[in-house]
């Protein structure tokens, strides 16, 4: 019986800005996204040692398939908040990265989620076979 991979999860810190806010003075529901997606980003250099330019050398890209998200409780404007994410799995055409995202003052939940991403041959805009360096290079 093979044993399920193992893959870590990394933090990543923000701050709400005015811009984020709606007129219901919190922060917009679409903005949640923009966090995961700056996350993601960020972790991808910092935490697994592969940005996003290296996909993009490569021909690669990924996209957003299917998201869910779990709305708590609103951040304010000037919180700062941690978004943790981490792949909860990995196969052949993408992954799900689950996210949690959490105010820093209260610790309190704000939302949490996942995303299903595929991965892209960018010069022909169709799904593309992850390569098995890119999962191993993911899985740790």
Known sequence: ??????????????????????????????????????????QMERCYGMAMEKFMERGFGWVVRTAHVDYKRALTMGDYFIVKTGIESIDDKGCRVKFIITNKATKKICCDGWFDYVMIDMATGRGAEVPEDIIVQYTI
């Open 1 to 42: 019986m093979d044993t399920p991979a193992q893959y870590s999860t990394f933090e990543s810190e923000f701050r709400v800005r005015p811009d984020d806010i709606d007129m219901f003075q919190h922060v917009h529901n679409s903005k949640y996204f923009d966090y995961v997606l700056a996350a993601r980003y960020d």
